[in-house]
């Protein structure tokens, strides 16, 4: 560079002095290096003028102007530049234009968003899943295009660990399965899968179970019919035939209490239950169940104690909550030897509402505790026998729980008694109406 600067230095003296030395023959030693430098400085300006248009329109001509000397050697340097800068750019663009062909290729939907939840990409089958239109839909928030307050609730809470739900808004047969990542500067990739076949098999699973359950409860009602009117006139049957309808009295009543949950619990699953808004004492509600499971206890003598809060009562469906409820506090009687204690409270702090049921009982060993609500799992198989419970009663209750926002706690150890606790969210306690006398 240092080289060709002072080439081009001793060029532009040479054509100054030729300027000049004409000049002078001519008489104008002055006017003739003016006249050089007036030459010289209107070339600049064309060579400046060429770098100006070229750099306004560097597309129209890929190539940058030729010269010579400095200002082509300044040319030469912006093209090399420029051709650096457009391959960079080509090969960007290819590698985006892959990432969005093999976006497009998958068949969940894809959906950028900035902060706000303006739409700023989306692959064919969000398209096709959501309904999104690439012409008018860029830029719009997504919320007005997904209009669902659980959809908003989940966007907004930006707890993404586990995914939600949603029925299509463009073809509600549709399933899908939305999970949220955050990037960038808190913008959103959304990844929508759709489900709907593992959802038709689920409901199939659940029809099956709940159809099944209310066929058996007719030939199982005529049987306990049948069963009820045999134990009545157990004097005139032989004796060998009463220990057989006493055994199946009990194994019917058994069998109808399993019916009974199957099909709780399929309502509960299929939503057919729906939670009012209506508010539920639940402090009269635990009183009721309380002394039912007194009565239940019977020569057993639990000691049952309650703890109420009267001031708040929970936004929920009675009937569920009192399955739920019961469920808990009869397994406390029925797993706690008899004489033992109960503890059933009910209360507010910060965090919400809480139901909570403390027993002296047989308590359960840790490792069946993230177990337990699931259908049938005992702790103890041994014992079912004895204390006739369906292994539904902690299903139903994780369903109820579900239903109304809320989450079960267990604390227990072996011979150490076991704490159940209901938990409900704040959104979800009402202040109890004052009592008018
Ligand atoms: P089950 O009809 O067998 O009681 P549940 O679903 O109500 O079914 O309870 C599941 C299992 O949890 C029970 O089989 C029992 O082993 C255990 N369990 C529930 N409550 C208690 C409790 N209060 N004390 C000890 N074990 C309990």
């Known amino acids: 560079m240092q080289h060709s600067w002072s080439r081009y230095l001793r060029l532009i003296i040479a054509l100054l002095l030729g300027f000049f030395l004409v000049g002078l023959w001519f008489g104008y030693p002055l006017v003739g290096l003016t006249l050089g430098l007036s030459v010289y400085l ?43 800068h457009q391959h960079s750019r080509d090969l960007l663009q290819t590698r985006i234009n892959r990432v969005q062909e093999s976006t497009n290729a998958m068949r969940d939907g894809v959906i950028m968003t900035d902060a706000e939840g303006n739409m700023e990409w989306w692959n064919w089958s969000a398209e096709y899943l959501l309904g999104f239109r690439r012409d008018t839909d860029r830029g719009q928030p997504i919320h007005n295009l997904i209009r669902s307050p659980a959809f908003k609730a989940y966007f907004d809470a930006r707890d993404y660990r586990d995914p939600m739900d949603l029925k299509s808004p463009a073809k509600p047969h549709i399933h899908l399965q939305i999970q949220i990542s955050l ?35 007719t030939p199982l009602t005529v049987i306990s ?34 019916i009974t949950d199957l099909i ?29 499971a007194r009565a239940v206890s019977g020569e057993n003598q639990h000691v049952i104690e309650t703890d109420i809060g009267e001031r708040h009562h929970l936004f929920g469906d ?33 965090e919400g ?25 005992r702790a103890d198989p041994s014992r079912h026998q004895q204390t006739g419970g369906t292994g539904l009663g902690l299903a139903i209750v994780k369903h109820v729980l579900l239903n109304h926002d809320g989450t079960l706690e267990i604390n227990s150890h072996p011979g150490d008694g076991s704490e159940f606790i209901c938990h409900f969210p704040r959104s979800r306690i009402t202040e109890a109406p004052i009592e008018t006398a």
Not at 67 to 80: A, P
Not at 188 to 215: P, W, Y
């Open 264 to 292: 709780l619990l399929a309502k509960l699953e299929t939503g057919e239950q729906h939670i009012d808004d209506r508010v539920t004492d639940v402090g009269a509600l635990i009183r009721q169940i309380c002394s039912d």
């Open 42 to 84: 209107v070339w600049t300006l064309v060579q400046a003028r060429r770098l100006h248009h070229w750099l306004q329109h560097p597309d129209d001509d890929d190539d940058a102007p030729g010269s010579i000397g400095l200002w082509g050697e300044i040319f030469d340097g912006l093209h090399r530049m420029h051709q650096a």
């Open 318 to 350: 009675e009937n569920q909550l009192r399955s739920a409820f019961s469920n808990i506090i009869f397994n406390a009687v029925k797993y706690t030897p008899a004489g033992g204690n109960i503890r059933v409270r009910w209360y507010t702090d910060r």
């Open 353 to 377: 509402a809480h139901m909570s049921v403390k027993d002296s009982g047989i308590g359960i060993d840790p490792i069946h505790i993230p177990r337990l609500t699931e259908r049938f799992y």
């Open 183 to 217: 990037f960038g500067d808190d913008d959103r990739l959304i990844v929508a899968k759709d489900v709907t076949r593992l959802f038709q098999l689920e409901q199939m699973r659940r029809d099956f179970v709940s159809n099944v359950s209310h066929e058996m409860r």
């Open 225 to 258: 019919g049948y069963l009820e009117t045999l134990s009545d006139n157990m004097d005139d049957a032989p004796p060998r035939w009463r220990r057989a309808i006493g055994t199946m009295s009990q194994q019917a009543e058994r069998m109808e209490a399993l």
